[in-house]
């Protein structure tokens, strides 16, 4: 303490600002030469008032009960006032639709507020005090009972008991303090600065003062556009020096922290795009980390964790990232993982059950770890029923994870070990909580450790040559820079908007100018703020936003006396950069590898369907086998009930057979045959399905049969030949396999084709005129899988709710709404054509064309219309917002060009 008396002490607002400061102090005795110094004495405010009236205690200066022995942090303080408000709402009638975490928010708030302002109860009696006051009031006396009761305070009522034995201390103080970083000085700071004057301290306010600093303004068209020359800006001004010290700083840097990385990470760090490069270090850092609960390798543990506390159904949702996430189980089996999740996809419903998951997992050999690991969860649900204090549940949280091998799959790489001490570090601080919390269930211990990680910030340490910083508002530099890039400067943001605490007197808070009590106050506080920003740096830009969206929004008033440029370049995204205009060997890759005789392909029909809309679209999906994940659904999805009617109607043709036969039905056999055919149908996945929703789809498929057979019972006499007939068939020298839904055979031999169709939309015959036709299944099977046959009609059979009805081309009458051929009206495409067999002829040479490109290996990326891709599975593939923004810069640098010609 001796040497603290005579040496100059420097106090710091942040932690983070005297961090910095002793960087800066450090790296400037490495530039001299200097081998060895003495630390300078930095600190923060309560940082150097806790040391202090410690050793004061020790040295007997203070009663050794005049400080409560605990302290509450962040968390703890918030678990305490909702357990206060909880108490004191337990007999209200609507207590459970208080926001509880809410209002203890603006408890601590309101709190903290009294004791930083000094705000005595008695004047809070002299204002109006409305019910929110008296309620807050009473939560605030059941609070301090439960401080009393676990013996600790909170770290403001603490900094104020620590003020108030400043009085009492005889310790030596130093001559001379210094602060930093104090844009507002409350009035129990002022108590503090005259208890440190009255002893003989020197206290001075330490700015950052450049005179004569280069001040403008921008204004751009949004927020993104404000990141993109921000970043721009940055990227020139290293370019030109690359030793400049810049800042960005913005009012709202949570909503522009992940712009502002992608865009700082394509400019500078475009290596960091490959995973073994992610850590790579960076040329700027945020001043504020992420919660810890967001980092990848703790929301793994948090999402085991409450598997196993929960006995509620999963979603697939919860269950699929965890079967394809690297950081618990066993890696050499990731690959099954994702093969299980496709199948849990398939298989399962939207909600499940574990038991479900693991049953369904049995069924491969190739996951033996993970099921183990599964296995082990489902046994934890039932060991963990009983309610335990936090200590314990702590140890069993570790324990499991353990035998999970979380963080164990692989070595950890630095950030990723960092992360693993901070999640240490919250189970240890977990396990402290006993005294607060009591005996608690799994799940409510869960939830109590997702808000302390939520509550933990986490930011691996920076390292490597930091050139710039991002910050908030309200964040100090340790030193002046060079440039600084001051974002987000419109009149909504700053000055901040008014925030009055609801829990204590408005006229009380005005009078006091407390923090975000009124225009006035706020705007003084921005100004002070302003000034800061003016004198901390050689050259200083604001930029605001013209529109958010499709609001027009205004310039902060702060700006006024600042002059504007008009432009500044803006920072391109990586895939914008890769898009632009350049000398390139144009290499035409639209061709893959020929089909060779022995090639199995699948698809069938919708291969053929596919090529005709976009080769490449064939290519990927029924060639190279890519697809998309199926999405799961609660009960049945649109294909699997489409495949149920389809089973259903060929269940009540194959015993029913002909026209004749439907017709001399009775209403019950016709009921019993339906009810048969539905039973039937439904047979193999009723087993599978709760049995209301199996009742459900009985009653809809019997319905749906009904309206169907109405339709069909209109038509002239026929037998049913074959119901979803598969012929293997060769187009062109191509092998495929098509399934034909229905071939009626009328009383002269000839046939008809039916396609059933159960969406709700009219299918499309509009592409079976064209050379490209890609609606292929009818002209397939009438020209080339029946073309020993005569075909008088091919027709889609809409079997819908809202609507049942055919539709097609028929050569004569007879088909309820199909009009015969030859009386099509003159304005009718297949008017082009004289007969159904001409138009089937036309079919057989487009179908071998397109089979033709199949064989040579046609794979471009060519389609009509966009919308025809509106069921491409493979899509992302296709890569067409690429190939746009490549076509718009080409656009632009041809229009740049002539420009610059002319």
């Avoid at 006396?141 to 009492?168: D, G, M, S, Y």
């Avoid at 108590?191 to 403008?216: E, F, N, Y």
């Avoid at 919390?437 to 939830?447: C, D, E, R, V």
């Avoid at 700006?559 to 500044?568: K, Q, R, T, W, Y």
Wanted: aromatic share 8%; glycine share 4%.
């Amino acid at each position: 303490m001796l040497a603290q008396a005579h040496s100059p002490l420097i106090l710091c607002s942040t932690t983070r600002l005297a961090r910095s400061l002793h960087l800066d102090y450090q790296r400037k005795q490495t530039e001299s030469g200097t081998q060895q110094w003495a630390a300078p004495q930095i600190d923060t405010l309560t940082q150097w008032l806790h040391r202090y009236t410690g050793f004061a205690l020790l040295a007997g200066e203070i009663d050794a009960d005049y400080f409560s022995p605990n302290t509450l942090d962040s968390f703890t303080e918030t678990m305490l006032w909702q357990q206060a408000i909880e108490s004191c709402l337990a007999k209200h009638a609507f207590s459970e639709l208080f926001d509880v975490p809410s209002l203890a928010q603006s408890a601590i708030a309101a709190n903290q507020m009294l004791i930083h302002w000094q705000i005595e109860d008695a004047q809070l009696s002299d204002y109006f005090t409305n019910t929110e006051t008296r309620q807050f009031l009473r939560w605030r006396n059941a609070f301090f009972k439960l401080c009393e009761q676990h013996q600790t305070v909170t770290p403001a009522w603490r900094l104020q008991q620590e003020i108030q034995a400043l009085t009492q201390c005889q310790s030596p103080l130093p001559r001379h303090i210094q602060l930093i970083g104090f844009d507002r000085i409350t009035p129990l700071e002022q108590r503090l600065m005259a208890i440190l004057q009255s002893k003989g301290v020197t206290i001075d306010v330490r700015k950052l003062d450049i005179a004569d600093a280069q001040l403008v303004q921008i204004g751009l068209p949004d927020l993104q556009a404000e990141c993109r020359a921000a970043v721009a800006w940055a990227k020139q001004y290293l370019t030109q020096c690359p030793q400049s010290n810049l800042a960005i700083i913005s009012p709202v840097q949570n909503e522009v922290r992940r712009v502002l990385s992608d865009l700082l990470d394509d400019t500078f760090h475009p290596e960091a795009l490959h995973a073994h490069q992610y850590e790579t270090p960076r040329i700027y850092d945020f001043s504020v980390g992420m919660m810890l609960s967001e980092h990848s390798m703790c929301r793994t543990a948090l999402n085991l964790l409450r598997l196993a506390s929960s006995h509620q159904t999963l979603t697939q949702t919860d269950i699929s990232p965890l079967l394809l996430d690297v950081y618990w189980s066993d890696l050499t089996e990731l690959d099954a993982r994702s093969l299980a999740d496709a199948r849990m996809r398939k298989k399962l419903m939207r909600t499940f059950h574990l038991t479900q998951l693991i049953a369904l997992l049995e069924q491969s050999n190739d996951l033996p770890q993970c099921l183990a690991h599964l296995q082990w969860l489902h046994t934890t649900q039932s060991q963990w029923g009983k309610p335990q204090p936090p200590s314990v549940w702590s140890t069993h949280f570790a324990e499991l994870l353990a035998h999970l091998h979380w963080a164990q799959t692989r070595p950890l790489s630095s950030h990723e070990y960092q992360a693993k001490q901070a999640w240490d570090g919250v189970l240890e601080a977990f396990a402290a909580l006993d005294s607060l919390t009591g005996a608690i269930t799994a799940s409510n211990a869960l939830q109590k450790l997702y808000q302390l990680a939520r509550s933990k910030m986490f930011m691996p340490e920076a390292i490597g040559d930091v050139r710039i910083q991002l910050l908030g508002m309200l964040e100090n530099l340790s030193q002046p820079i060079d440039a600084i890039w001051v974002m987000g400067m419109n009149d909504h943001l700053w000055p901040p908007p008014t925030d009055l605490n609801p829990l204590l007197p408005a006229t009380l808070q005005r009078e006091l100018l407390t923090p975000g009590a009124s225009p006035n106050a706020q705007s003084v506080f921005a100004q002070a703020i302003h000034s800061r920003l003016c004198h901390s740096a050689h050259e200083v830009t604001f930029s605001w936003s013209h529109k958010a969206g499709e609001r027009e929004l205004r310039v902060s008033p702060l700006l006024a006396n600042i002059p504007s440029v008009a432009h500044a370049p803006q920072a391109n995204t990586m895939a914008e950069n890769l898009a632009e205009p350049q000398a390139m060997q144009m290499l035409d890759d639209a061709l893959a590898p020929p089909v060779h005789a022995n090639d199995k392909l699948r698809g069938g029909t919708k291969l053929l369907a596919a090529q005709a809309v976009c080769p490449a679209w064939a290519f990927y999906q029924y060639r190279l086998g890519a697809m998309a994940l199926e999405e799961p659904s609660d009960g049945l999805d649109s294909m699997t009930r489409g495949n149920l009617v389809h089973t259903v109607l060929q269940h009540f043709w194959l015993a029913c057979g002909d026209l004749q036969t439907l017709k001399q039905l009775s209403h019950d056999a016709l009921d019993s045959n339906i009810r048969h055919a539905v039973e039937k149908a439904l047979q193999d996945i009723a087993q599978t399905l709760p049995k209301q929703l199996v009742r459900i789809e009985q009653n809809r498929l019997q319905q749906l049969l009904r309206a169907w057979l109405a339709i069909e019972i209109q038509r002239e006499d026929f037998s049913v030949k074959a119901c979803e007939a598969v012929y293997p068939i060769q187009v062109a020298g191509l092998a495929i396999e098509c399934r034909i839904d229905r071939i009626d055979k009328l009383e002269d031999d000839a046939l008809v084709i039916i396609d059933y169709k159960t969406g709700a939309s009219d299918p499309k015959t509009s592409s079976w005129v064209k050379d490209r036709i890609n609606e292929p299944q009818l002209p397939l099977y009438a020209s080339i899988a029946l073309k020993d046959n005569e075909v008088v009609a091919v027709c889609f059979a809409k079997v819908h709710a809202e609507e049942c009805k055919f539709s097609g081309l028929a050569q004569e009458e007879g088909i309820p709404n199909i009009t015969p051929f030859e009386k099509l009206k003159s304005n009718s495409a297949f008017k082009a054509f004289d007969t159904l067999p001409a138009l089937i002829s036309h079919w057989r040479s487009s179908l071998e064309n397109i089979a033709e490109e199949i064989r040579a290996g046609h794979a471009g990326v060519i389609f009509e219309d966009e919308n025809d891709l509106m069921y491409c599975d493979v899509k992302p593939l296709l890569r067409l917002p690429e190939r746009q923004l490549q076509f718009e810069m080409q656009r632009m640098g041809a229009s740049a060009k002539g420009a610059g010609n002319a």
